[in-house]
């Protein structure tokens, strides 16, 4: 039996005693874990990675990345193509979508394009058929006339990727406005133990006071920053909060929003 050490200083995980054995498609967590089948042992703390082992007559190693989703995990998958780049762009009353991928092989069914209005509903509303390149590919996708299906307000998009197998993937989430100034606020993690980025998107540039209260409407953190047209991310430190449930305010000069806040220690 060969010993054999894989490293990858990104991944920080290393390969143990690579038989002929193998390490079929698993469903992991950023987080970091550990899972073993046999020989051999995978341990990793950043990323999502995965590794095959396979022998006919010589080692073979595999390495790739997927997203976090619930599907039938296929067997002995070499590289799982990945999404590069998501773009949506509003013109002349219509979604532009964007979007980019790497090694994709002729186990990649379609793309479906998903809509929604509150960013956890999504419908399909399109569906392109993958061209089969390993390199860089490029994908568009234009969703008509938007102000017929919502007069105003906050659509989004992702790119669901659907393998032959039925493994599925998603690209990251896109907003367009369409006749809204509304501010759209999301925080990240939550619930949060120490540090959390907090996404103000806003119409146009402006002022806003960032105030945190408890249950009972006392005021325990305040900030002010500027924001520009579109996404910011501030960072937010709540390590010195106790444990319990929040609410944070983002007012500007002509709205304000609020986000419930749960933490953690």
């Not at 038989?19 to 550990?34: C, F, K, L, M, W």
């Not at 590289?79 to 773009?87: D, P, V």
């Amino acid at each position: 039996m060969k010993n054999i050490y894989i490293i990858i200083t990104l991944l920080c995980f290393t390969g143990m005693h690579a038989a002929s054995q193998s390490i079929s498609r698993h469903i992991v967590s950023a987080g970091g874990g550990r899972f073993q089948n046999g020989d051999i042992i995978l341990s990793y703390t950043i990323g999502e990675p995965f590794i095959d082992f396979k022998s006919n007559g010589d080692t073979v190693i595999e390495a790739g990345f997927w997203p976090t989703v619930n599907a039938t995990s296929p067997p002995d998958v070499v590289l799982a193509s990945r999404f590069i780049q998501f773009s949506a762009l509003l013109q002349n009353n219509n979604a532009l979508l964007n979007w980019q991928v790497v090694n994709e092989t002729d186990a990649t069914g379609h793309y479906e394009v998903e809509r929604s209005f509150n960013a956890i509903n999504f419908k399909k509303v399109g569906a392109v058929q993958p061209r089969v390149n390993t390199g860089l590919i490029n994908y568009s996708y234009t969703d008509l006339n938007l102000s017929s299906v919502q007069a105003s307000g906050i659509f989004y998009y992702r790119i669901k990727q659907v393998d032959k197998d039925g493994y599925v993937s998603y690209s990251a989430t896109k907003m367009i406005r369409v006749n809204s100034k509304a501010i759209v606020l999301s925080l990240y993690p939550n619930p949060v133990k120490n540090m959390a980025s907090l996404s103000i998107d806003v119409a146009q540039k402006t002022s806003a006071c960032i105030v945190v209260y408890d249950l009972n409407g006392r005021q325990v953190k305040f900030m002010q920053a500027q924001l520009s047209e579109g996404q910011n991310i501030l960072n937010m430190d709540m390590s010195r909060l106790a444990a319990g449930h929040y609410l944070l305010k983002v007012q500007t000069a002509t709205e304000n929003k609020t986000v419930p806040i749960i933490k953690i220690n």
